[in-house]
Each structure stands twice: as structure tokens, then as C-alpha cells.
């Protein structure tokens, strides 16, 4: 059983920087998977952010987040990190990475229904 441990959020002005980091405990697992970012505002459904295939050739993004938003990963560290610049305060939610165990190389998954794994989250606030 592969878990994921999400780290990096937090308080942040509108305008600035946040970069959250995943860290898987099973490599065989990890260097297989299709990776993603969601994230869940209160009162709201949980939302897919963003996505990266199993080699990091592939990404796919939110519309909302799109230019403002780098996801990325280092299979050599079982990691895939999300780097969130202009925040909004529209982007406060908890931020989830989830891994899709069953991806072909060269696809990604966007549906929450699609992932096998999740982390526990991660808080980010940004004021105004």
C-alpha cells in the first residue's frame, strides 16, 4: 500500500508563490503512476488541478490555473510537486495529490474517481 504525504501549504498574499510537495513511500509503486494535484474548497466538490504521466512527458491543467500553475516530478526521489504562482484567493482550498497506479505511459488522468492513492492535504490560504 503506497502512501502519499503532501507538505508545503500554508499563508500566502494574493499575488504570490506556494510550491506543495508529495512524497510517495513506495517507488515501485510511484515511478508507475500517473500523478495529480486536487484540491477541495469548503462547501465544494474536490477538483482536479492539475496532472503529470508516469515519465513527466505529459501534463494536463485545470482551465482556472492554467499559466499560473507548474506541476512536475522526480522519479529518482518519489516526488511530484505542484509550484502555484499569482495566487488567487480563489485558490484557498486543501490541495490532495493522487495517484492513478493503473496509468499507461503515456496518459493521464483527470476524474478523482480514476486514483487509487491520496494524501492527507494541505491548507493553502490566500488572502486579499
Known amino acids: 500500500q503506497m502512501q502519499l504525504v503532501e507538505s508545503g501549504g500554508g499563508l500566502v498574499q494574493a499575488g504570490g508563490s506556494l510550491r506543495l510537495s508529495c512524497v510517495a513511500s513506495?517507488?515501485?509503486?510511484?515511478?508507475?503512476?500517473?500523478m495529480a494535484w486536487f484540491r477541495q474548497a469548503p462547501g465544494k466538490e474536490r477538483d482536479f488541478v492539475a496532472a503529470?504521466?508516469?515519465?513527466?512527458?505529459?501534463?494536463e491543467y485545470a482551465d482556472s490555473v492554467k499559466g499560473r500553475f507548474t506541476i512536475s516530478r522526480d522519479n529518482g526521489k518519489n516526488s511530484v510537486y505542484l509550484q502555484m504562482n499569482f495566487l488567487k484567493p480563489e485558490d484557498t482550498a486543501v490541495y490532495y495529490c493522487?495517484?492513478?497506479?493503473?496509468?499507461?505511459?503515456?496518459?493521464?488522468?483527470?476524474?478523482?474517481?480514476?486514483?487509487?492513492?491520496w494524501g492527507q492535504g494541505t491548507q493553502v490560504l490566500v488572502s486579499s
Open positions: 513506495y517507488g515501485y509503486t510511484f515511478s508507475r503512476s500517473s
Open positions: 493522487a495517484a492513478d497506479a493503473n496509468a499507461i505511459l503515456t496518459t493521464v488522468a483527470t476524474a478523482a474517481s480514476q486514483f487509487d492513492y
Open positions: 503529470i504521466s508516469r515519465n513527466g512527458g505529459l501534463t
